[in-house]
């Protein structure tokens, strides 16, 4: 099997406060994890080479295919996007906004309390077969 397949490397930890969620994605800054919270249930994912070339396959072609086709859009990239009053935080692999860009464009901070979510997200998944 191929190093460049290899499935990411993904752990969970449990009973974890919103005040723990937010020390840890702190910690981690700009570091290549991405991390999802629901409602104290932390899982932080290690990305693959495969992961990260599929994520921007997927996201040049939308891309390309808006630009194609006229459509405006704002690329939000992996935002982390959380809300403390649901307890849930995320890190989409890529996020976008097309029906909605003109209420995000040229902002520098996504508020989820005042402002929409994105219009599209893309989640890779890579799930290598059992050989068996």
């Not at 464009?105 to 059992?130: C, F, H, S, T, Y």
Request: proline share 6%.
């Amino acid at each position: 099997m191929s190093d460049v397949l290899a499935p990411e490397q993904q752990f969970t930890l449990t009973d974890i406060s919103w005040d723990g969620y937010e020390t840890i994605l702190n910690l981690l800054g700009d570091r290549p994890v991405r991390v999802t919270y629901n409602r104290g249930i932390l899982q932080l994912m290690i990305l693959s080479y495969a992961h990260e070339r599929y994520k921007k396959l997927l996201a040049r072609l939308l891309e390309t295919l808006t630009e194609e086709l006229d459509i405006p859009i704002e690329a939000g990239g992996s935002t982390t996007l959380k809300r403390q009053a649901l307890e849930r935080g995320l890190e989409p692999d890529e996020c976008f906004y097309i029906q909605n860009q003109a209420r995000i464009r040229g902002k520098q901070v996504i508020d989820l309390n005042q402002d929409p979510p994105p219009d599209l997200v893309i989640e890779i998944d890579i799930a290598i077969p059992d050989d068996s």
